[in-house]
Nanobody, 124 residues
Framework: QVQLVESGGGLVQTGGSLRLSCATS????????INWFRQAPGKEREFVAA????????YYADSVKGRFTISRDNAKSTVYLQMNSLKPEDTAVYYC?????????????????WGQGTQVTVSS
């Protein structure tokens, strides 16, 4: 099994930056694929970013491409999300999620394990 804990959320002004962390335990880096998702009130949960555990290849939603950067530290079993040039529409609860296997599906229903989420609020 795997456990995930997000941190780093907070309140920031438009144009500011935040760095989110997803600390994992269990078999995450040996047997699990990990993605970042987000969900605003009244909206569907949506894919944000992914990083391959094998190749390091990254994938981003069009809405964040060029502004967000996903990275990982294998020694710490931690995945990061650096968020720059933040906009009010980025306001949401951000989650990391894991699934068994190597495929980074973008559909939330494909993921079995979720962190508690961390709130990101961008003021205008």
């Amino acid at each position: 099994q795997v456990q995930l804990v997000e941190s780093g959320g907070g309140l920031v002004q438009t144009g500011g930056s935040l760095r989110l962390s997803c600390a994992t335990s269990g078999r995450t880096f040996s047997s699990y694929a990990i993605n970042w998702f987000r969900q605003a009130p009244g909206k569907e949960r949506e894919f944000v970013a992914a990083i391959s555990r094998s190749s390091g290849r990254t994938y981003y939603a069009d809405s964040v491409k060029g502004r967000f950067t996903i990275s990982r530290d294998n020694a710490k079993s931690t995945v990061y999300l650096q968020m720059n040039s933040l906009k009010p529409e980025d306001t949401a609860v951000y989650y990391c999620a894991a699934r068994s296997g190597s495929v980074h599906y973008i559909l939330p229903r494909k993921y079995d394990y979720w962190g508690q989420g961390t709130q990101v609020t961008v003021s205008s």
